[in-house]
């Protein structure tokens, strides 16, 4: 007789935590049934978020902020926005979860637990700017292909986990060691177990800097199912697609990684402009690192109406990849001239800054405020569109937003 296959133990307690109540009868569930409360549809649901959230793609989860739901100045899980190229992996087995480092430049192929790199290293805790390479896609032409992310493909949340320097330093790099790459446990969307919805990762200068962090934690909890759980590769700065969920190998490259999705127009942009609509040759194209200086006004909300007698308090977040935002300023004269806001300094490397400034609006009728951040270079955003590119890439315009004086 062929033994029924029930859930493993250590399974149901990770799925007890998803549903947040214990299973009472787990234990008589078949290996792949998946419990009714995670066969919820509703993405609002299903991640916890804001009603006001936009899904753009439910095969894979493609949801999007607005940017009156980024005001908090460490972004809360419900106002997150979330990216997957593939399926989010099912039943995972948390205290079975194990990371591997290998590759043609680690010293010594070494696999860890979840709880050896949890006692095994020191914890750090950064605020790290996470914003997808394609946020601001809607507004090239001609369109570019996937989600049409407006500006709400951004977050700043607290991560809590060991540096990946750390890590490295104790499994052993050769000195050829050029680039690591991540792998992990999501699934591709065809069901091929041989293809990986995406690979992808950093040269050794971006895994060896102190804020690249293997995360285990973020705002404070374990991080959420859809962000990584339970174990992520956080890079702040660079396009989030860096940032590997759910992973559990990452290898030590002696060449640029060439993962899914590293190569062709995937996260890369053209190396020179090119006129919009234009085939750019392979080697004419470059991996996007660092992305570029950006802001947004996530107070108040646009199509505001507000009294002429009480001047506006607007308020939000500057960001520049690896460098600091050094100027804020916004306009309300369609760019024509521009007035100084309040810029805060980050709350460590890597993190979005805050900023404000008081608008007084000259007499009754229609507006918009625009913002415009520079960075520690004296790059600033452009006001309309920066160089169009094959897949729609590092629209770092400025934001805009639309208020009426009454
Ligand atoms: N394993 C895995 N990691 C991933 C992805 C993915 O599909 N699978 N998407 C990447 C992309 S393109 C982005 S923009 C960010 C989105 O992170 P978030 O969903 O936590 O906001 O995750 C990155 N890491
Ligand atoms: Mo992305």
Partial sequence: MKRRNFVKKATLSSLATLIGAEIVFGNNMLKDY?????????????????????????????????????????????????????????????????LTIDGEAVKNKKTYSLAELKSKFKQYTYQLTLECGGNGRSEFNPPAKGNQWTVGAVHCAEWTGIRLKDLLEDVG?????????????????????????????????????????????????????????????????????????????????????DGTKMMGTAYRVPKNPVAP???????????????????????????????????????????????????????????????????????????WQHFSATVNFPKNGYYEVWARATDSKGISQPMLLPGWNPKGYLNNACHRIAIKVI
């Fill in 277 to 351: 609509g234009e085939k750019v040759k392979d080697e004419d194209m470059k991996i996007i690192e660092s992305m570029p200086v950006k802001s947004l006004i996530t107070y108040p909300k646009t199509g505001a109406t507000i009294k002429k007698e009480t001047p506006l308090k607007i308020r939000g977040h500057a960001w520049a990849g690896e460098l600091e935002v050094s100027k804020m300023e916004y306009s309300i004269d369609f760019g024509a001239t521009w007035n100084k806001c309040l810029i805060e300094k980050p709350a460590n490397r890597l993190a």
């Fill in 34 to 98: 998946t419990p009714l409360a995670l066969q919820e549809t509703d993405p609002f649901k299903l991640f916890k978020k804001n009603k006001e959230m936009v899904v753009l793609n439910d095969k894979p989860w493609n949801i999007e902020a607005k940017a009156n739901l980024l005001d908090d100045k460490i972004t809360p899980n419900s106002k997150m926005f979330i990216r997957n190229n593939g399926r989010i992996p099912e039943n995972i087995d948390v205290n079975n979860w194990t």
């Fill in 173 to 257: 790099v050769k000195n050829n060691a050029v680039y690591i790459g991540y792998h992990s446990a999501d699934t591709h969307l065809s069901g091929d177990p041989s293809k990986e919805p995406i690979s992808r990762g950093a040269p050794m200068s971006k895994a060896l800097q102190d804020e690249t962090l293997l995360a285990f934690t973020m705002n404070g909890k374990d991080i959420p199912l859809a962000h990584g759980y339970p174990l992520r590769l956080v890079a702040g700065g660079w396009p989030a697609s860096v940032s590997g969920k759910w992973v559990n190998r990452i290898s030590i490259r002696n060449k640029i990684h």
